[in-house]
């Protein structure tokens, strides 16, 4: 067996267990009782969901991503940068018979989503919120993360650099469910209650009413 | 850096207390819950929505960090590395250190206003992390006193502060009758345990000692709109402190009363009182508290106000308010109730100059009053440090007036007032309404009073 296919065995162990362990998450969750709301509705729960996934998600929605628009920009690009760098993994076997074009293309997101990923180690140690709210594993989970974006970044300039990628992969992948990675389960299930909630009371995402100036 | 006023035996963890928390937690962890205490990323970008934390920044005041206090504890139960490392992970025991940390956060530095809810952009819900480690506190009597005895009161007395019905019966007629003099009108009345009226309308007990022109204000209102109301003397306190200490029990007996009282009248509509805490917990929590839907509907006195002005039903003239006024939306109206657009237009209705503080609406800055903060006297000191945020904004504004639809509020903003040298009057909006009503001429009517015409003609002789 030659070099990829081992590395890429390792790959494939470590995003199966990663896999297992959000399914076994997703089990759990699904386990907990669901908190129904009897107050009568005052606005739409579907439209406010929908906002909570789209518009409610643009940096000038919220104060908050307002005021820290950097930090929230970085988080945008680092995970862009993750998606495709899993882009690039799907694309592993193939990567030479990519178009030059995709493949910087390719390159230019993964590279800056490195960047932005290794810059929110930097941000954690230099605020000092951050510092006191971080935990070890945030340092482990930013850095495997930007690591496995910039391997790659790396692998698609240089597709000799494949094995590596696929050992970080299979790392990242089992280090998922048992690390602050798996938020990428619970995002789905908060930004839905977020919606859910306020959007029964009428807060968020309704359209005016009939009291509105 | 405990509350020296915590020194009580009954902060003192025992193991069953330790075992009775840890059963609340496991009990109360629904999918809602699981999601907030597992989705945050320390990212800390919610910070300056705390008003804690722009009155007086440091990383204990982030909304994040006091999540953090339960979290541990959460990840010590349920996180898959806990045992094996639990500095990794951040996960800690629920022993006495906790405990005091747990007290400190969720009691002593957050109002639960939701304003960091809003802002988090993985939709965190504080709120409900820091009610369930008040639940778990409560549950083994680590409740700070003042929040406690109201809610012992409201359960033993039936309102939170004690008022026996003889007192509450003899203010209301105390204002009826100032009413009908105020306004030369004997017809003005304040009904008592009328039946198949169409509503019920409640108070919270502070109108009721001190500040009865409320009582008035509200009873012009309806008398102007021509409203089938009534009061009840069966149960008739708005609030629900419940709510803030998170016991749920309590809570659900204390809305359980009100709701017995409107059914037993057959109202279909039970008007909360401009008691921010009162309204949430009421129109939205108590259904979920009791486990069923009332077969009544349940509303706020600004929905009202504002629906009877656009139903021209109350004949206004703004020019009887000329001064500036701002309003502070009550976050358990605005924020987690949706009721922003209807202050609003109330206000364009009945004052001159209304201008808006920055930030407003869903966004607006808890005034510090809220989480039942005023009954929690361990914590005045941050309670009026972190009313600076709301200061400031007032100021800002050069309003003479501050309006708002909350007693907590008021009373909040009204020692803000006075810690930060605001030349500012606190109203509540009815009071305002009130004073802008236009009371048509009553019909010449023949008082019948035997003893005022006894005196007359005594005086006459």
Redesign the interface.
């Given at each position: 067996m030659d070099i990829i296919a081992i590395t890429g065995i390792i790959a494939i162990v470590g995003l199966a267990l990663g896999l297992l362990g959000i399914i076994l998450k997703i089990k759990?969750?699904?386990n907990?009782?669901?908190?129904?709301?009897?107050?009568?509705e005052?606005?739409s729960v579907g439209r406010a969901v929908l906002f909570?996934f789209t518009l409610g998600?643009a940096p000038w929605e919220?104060?908050?991503?307002r005021?820290?628009w950097i930090?929230?920009l970085r988080?945008i690009f680092f995970h862009i940068g993750i998606f495709m760098a899993f882009g690039v993994l799907l694309a592993s076997p193939w990567l030479e018979a990519l178009p030059s074009w995709l493949v910087w293309i390719g390159a230019a997101v993964t590279g800056f989503g490195a960047i932005f990923g290794f810059a929110g180690i930097f941000m954690r140690l230099a605020?000092?919120?951050?510092r006191?709210?971080?935990?070890?594993?945030?340092y482990?989970s930013v850095f495997l993360t930007s690591l496995f974006i910039t391997l790659a970044f790396a692998t698609l300039l240089r597709p000799a650099l494949l094995p590596a990628f696929y050992v970080v992969t299979g790392i990242m992948g089992a280090y998922i469910?048992?690390?602050?990675i798996?938020?990428c389960v619970?995002?789905f299930?908060?930004?839905f209650?977020?919606?859910k909630?306020?959007g029964h009371?009428?807060?968020?995402g309704?359209p005016?009413?009939?009291?509105?100036? | 850096m405990f509350n020296e006023k915590f020194t009580d035996e009954r902060f003192n963890l025992t193991d069953e207390k330790a075992a009775l928390a840890i059963d609340v937690l496991r009990q109360r962890?629904?999918?809602?819950?699981?999601?907030?205490l597992?989705?945050?990323?320390?990212?800390?970008?919610?910070?300056?929505?705390c008003h804690y934390y722009v009155s007086n920044p440091k990383?204990e005041h982030?909304p994040?960090?006091r999540a953090?206090q339960l979290r541990k504890v959460y990840r010590t139960l349920f996180d898959?590395?806990a045992g094996a490392a639990p500095?990794?992970?951040?996960a800690a025991e629920l022993d006495q250190e906790m405990v005091e940390k747990l007290i400190m956060s969720a009691f002593g530095s957050c109002t639960m206003c939701g304003r960091c809810?809003?802002?988090?952009?993985?939709?965190?819900?504080t709120r409900h992390i820091v009610r369930t480690a008040r639940a778990m506190l409560t549950a083994i009597d680590m409740t700070p006193e003042g929040l406690k005895a109201t809610v012992n009161v409201h359960l033993e007395e039936g309102n939170n502060m004690g008022v026996t019905e003889e007192d509450y019966v003899e203010t209301v007629e105390w204002m009826e009758e100032e009413l009908q003099a105020e306004l030369g009108d004997p017809s003005c009345v304040i009904p008592f345990n009328k039946k198949n009226a169409r509503i019920v309308y409640t108070f919270n007990p502070r109108e009721i000692k001190y500040f009865p022109y409320l009582i008035q204000a509200a009873a012009k209102i309806f008398n102007a709109a021509g409203e089938d109301w009534t009061l009840s003397t069966e149960s008739w306190d708005a609030t629900n402190y419940g709510l803030f200490s998170g016991d749920d029990v309590a809570a659900r007996q204390i809305a359980s009363n009100l709701e017995k009282a409107v059914n037993h009248l057959g109202a279909e509509t039970l008007v909360m009182a401009e008691c921010g805490h009162g309204y949430r917990s009421q129109?939205?929590?108590?259904?979920?508290w009791i486990?069923?839907?009332y077969p009544f509907?349940v509303m706020s006195f600004v929905e009202l106000q504002?629906q009877y002005i656009?139903e021209g039903r109350l004949p206004l003239d703004p020019t009887r308010n000329q001064k500036r006024v701002t309003f502070h939306d009550p976050c358990n109206q605005?924020?987690?109730?949706?009721i922003v657009?209807?202050p609003?237009?109330i206000l364009?209705n009945t004052v001159m100059d209304f201008v808006e503080m920055e930030?407003h609406g869903?966004?607006n800055y808890c005034c510090g009053g809220g989480g039942g903060m005023l009954s929690m006297t361990e914590f005045a000191g941050a309670r009026k440090e972190a009313g600076k945020a709301k200061a400031d904004q007032i100021a800002a504004t050069g309003a003479e007036i501050v309006a708002t639809s909350c007693h907590n509020c008021l009373d909040q903003l009204d020692e803000v007032k006075r810690h930060y040298k605001l030349k500012v009057k606190i109203q509540n909006l009815s009071e305002l309404v009130a004073n802008a009503i236009v009371w048509p001429t009553p019909p010449e009517v023949e008082i019948e009073s035997p003893e005022t015409d006894e005196e007359a003609s005594q005086e006459s002789k």
């Open positions: 759990d969750i699904m907990r009782p669901f908190k129904q709301d009897l107050a009568r005052r606005g909570a998600m919220k104060e908050s991503t005021i820290h930090a929230y988080g605020g000092p919120n951050e006191v709210l971080s935990l070890p594993d945030d482990a469910p048992i690390s602050k798996r938020h619970y995002f299930y908060s930004k209650f977020f919606g909630g306020f009371r009428g807060v968020i309704q005016k009413g009939k009291y509105a100036e | 962890l629904n999918r809602q819950l699981e999601a907030s597992e989705v945050c990323v320390r990212c800390g970008v919610c910070a300056d929505s990383p982030v994040a960090y953090e898959p590395v500095g990794w992970v951040g809810v809003i802002n988090c952009p993985m939709g965190v819900d129109r939205w929590e108590a259904e979920n486990g069923h839907r509907k504002a656009k605005a924020r987690n109730g949706g657009d209807e609003r237009y364009r930030p869903v966004e």
